[in-house]
């Protein structure tokens, strides 16, 4: 190597700080903090509710059978908005795998007089296909908004508007407007109610470990750094080679694979489809992931706040019919939580740099 | 000014240079339309290891064309590029990566809300060994590592490797871009106004890092309006005119009123 002109410095510290303790970083976080507003709630409940109802076991596994479905969303959501994109349709999604499924079950599980008087003679086989049915349909569906997104170059936001229309219209198509019900009271029993030990609800178990496994993904793995710097500067992301359309692919296809899953869960909880309903699944999920710390505008993204902040509409709702005010008043509530969140995200963005 | 045009490039006497060199970088009559703008009509030049080339001209002259064609970011549309005297294709950025040459851009292209050596590995994360590789889990020591590593060498200064870049002043921020490339780069590395939005201290320490740069052995094509800094930090000059560059020197004892001369009046060249 020849040097022509010298370097005039001698490097000496390049750190001129060390990094934040672990325990700072955890105390700071928003995870942390939304969780001790989860405890506050929980304790105010608690104290306020007859003779401590909401502290009861019983309450704890509601709460935790009510949260699966949104938990399950909001961390499908985490990965879309860090990565700077939207999936208004994730409602509709539900209820157009739910319908697949439902039809899927009823078809395969027996002669139709069965099936109307409700006895599978097949059960088993047609709800391990109900199953199947629901991922793929949702999968499909987040396949297809992608292709949308990545064909048209129109942001996620028109196009899973646009889906949403189209995937509650299929699913009045399918069914004429009239839900399926009378599914096997298998799925319910083995599924649906199911609890493990008696005490924790299938559904639930089932969210913390695709949530654990979410977590895993988004902070340990490469994929969830790609996500997240694609949210950050998708200009960045392309110039660093990484293949957008890609990966928004797959965002896509992950959050259609768990709204698949949302919508069976759904049937199996209530042994019939219902095609009126999750119309506020997106918008809650959204609220979810927002108030758990993941940046409306990408780039930032935390599956552990937005699991937390997903319990936060069944703790309110079911605190306040034991404490027999109007569940109504929870729909108030989360709005104003998100308004906090929102407003506490835009002032760390606009904070010096 | 003649005597300017003749004083072109190739000679082994270029004081600082080895005298056996051979060029890192070259291109040979490059040309590159966008439509019917020709912005490229012919550029040559060569750029050696361990030099600082300064690649000057007026306002669409074909600098950021000519800089970004030998990056990989626009594809040719006729002329040769070479390697080492091997003459190679390259139709992307990722093939230029390949073959040791990185880009610094202009807007740095980072990701703002990724940590400092998230960005010097975006796109290029390092892998654990073992069943992890295959789930594509990061490993975060060895970056971290390395990153420090790249960061000390070029005595760049930063308060900590896991801030996000977007909390960093703009000094910084080019600052880790030019590291991230030196640490790629096997052979060249291209600028494009890399101070162009600084303050007088960080314009100190991004020419710091590119001098630290070329000191590396690599070649540093360094895209820059002031030329009367050019004259004093780099160690040659290409000058560019009307999509071809008029001339190559070194910069010792060139005059401020000659290079312009020749950035504003001079001929083609076939350099």
Redesign the interface.
């Known amino acids: 190597?020849?040097?022509?002109?010298?370097?005039?410095?001698?490097?000496?510290?390049?750190?001129?700080?060390?990094?934040p303790p672990l325990a700072k970083r955890i105390v700071t976080s928003t995870a942390f903090m939304i969780a001790v507003v989860v405890l506050i709630l929980i304790l105010i409940f608690g104290l306020l509710s007859p003779n401590g109802v909401f502290l009861g076991p019983t309450n704890f596994r509601n709460l935790a059978l009510d949260s699966a479905q949104l938990i399950l969303l909001a961390v499908g959501m985490t990965f879309l908005l860090g990565a700077g994109e939207l999936d208004l349709s994730i409602g509709a999604n539900v209820i157009l795998s739910s319908v697949v499924a439902a039809k899927v079950i009823t078809f395969m599980g027996g002669t139709p007089e069965e099936v109307l008087a409700g006895n599978y003679s097949n059960a088993g086989v047609a709800i391990l296909l109900g199953l199947l049915a629901a991922m793929v349909t949702g999968t499909l569906f987040g396949i297809v908004n992608a292709t949308l997104v990545n064909m048209l170059r129109v942001n996620s936001f028109i196009v899973t508007l646009a889906m949403m229309s189209v995937g509650s219209g299929v699913a009045y198509i399918i069914t004429g407007g009239v839900n399926v019900s009378a599914l096997p009271r298998e799925l319910q029993r083995n599924f649906g109610s199911a609890d493990l030990f008696g005490v924790v609800p299938i559904p639930a178990l089932i969210a913390v470990l695709i949530g654990a496994i979410a977590w895993f993904v988004m902070t340990?793995?490469?994929?969830g750094?790609?996500t997240?710097?694609m949210?950050?500067?998708i200009?960045?992301?392309q110039?660093?080679?990484?293949n957008v359309k890609l990966q928004r692919m797959k965002l896509f296809g992950i959050m259609g694979l768990i709204a698949g899953l949302v919508g069976f869960i759904d049937i199996s909880r209530f042994l019939t489809t219902n095609i009126q309903g999750h119309q506020g699944d997106a918008l809650a999920a959204i609220a979810a992931v927002v108030i758990g710390g993941t940046?409306l505008f990408?780039?930032?993204a935390s599956v552990l706040g937005s699991m937390i902040a997903a319990i936060i509409p069944a703790i309110l709702i079911n605190g306040l019919v034991i404490m027999r005010v109007g569940s109504f008043y929870q729909l108030v509530v989360t709005g104003v939580i998100l308004l906090i969140a929102v407003g506490i995200d835009q002032r760390r963005r606009a904070a010096p740099? | 000014m003649e005597k300017l045009l003749e004083a072109d490039i190739t000679e082994a006497d270029d004081p600082g240079l080895e005298s056996t060199a051979q060029p890192v970088i070259e291109t040979r009559g490059i040309t590159k339309s966008f439509g019917h703008v020709e912005a490229l009509r012919g550029a040559s030049l060569r750029a050696y290891p361990g030099e600082v080339l300064a690649l000057i001209g007026d306002n669409g002259a074909g600098k950021s064309t000519l800089a970004n064609v030998i990056a990989g970011v626009h594809a040719s549309d006729g002329g040769e590029l070479l390697l080492r005297g091997n003459s190679v294709d390259v139709a992307s950025v990722r093939q230029a990566r390949e073959l040791g040459i990185e880009i610094v851009y202009q807007d740095l292209a980072q990701a703002p809300d990724l940590t400092v050596s998230q960005n010097f590995f975006f796109g290029r994360e390092l892998l654990v060994r073992g069943f992890g590789r295959i789930l594509g889990k990061l490993d975060e020591q060895s970056m971290r590592q390395r990153t420090k590593e790249a960061m000390t060498l070029l005595g760049a200064q930063v308060p900590s490797l896991t801030v996000p870049v977007s909390a960093l002043s703009g000094g910084q921020r080019q600052a880790i871009a030019v590291a991230r490339a030196v640490m790629w780069a096997k052979a060249a590395i291209i600028m494009d106004e890399p101070t162009a939005a600084l303050g007088t201290k960080q314009t100190a320490m991004v020419y710091d890092a590119v001098r630290a740069a070329a000191d590396r052995g690599l070649a540093v094509i360094l895209v820059s309006h002031d030329i009367p800094k050019m004259i004093e930090f780099a160690d040659r000059m290409a000058i560019m005119r009307h999509g071809a560059v008029v001339s190559q020197m070194p910069t010792d004892g060139l005059e401020l009123v000659d290079v312009l001369t020749t950035m504003l009046t001079a001929q083609k060249d076939e350099a």
Do not use: D
């Open positions: 190597m020849n040097l022509t002109k010298t370097s005039p410095h001698t490097s000496a510290a390049t750190f001129s700080s060390s990094e340990r793995l490469r994929f750094t790609h997240v710097g949210g950050s500067s200009r960045a992301a110039r660093a080679g990484i940046s990408g780039g930032r740099s």
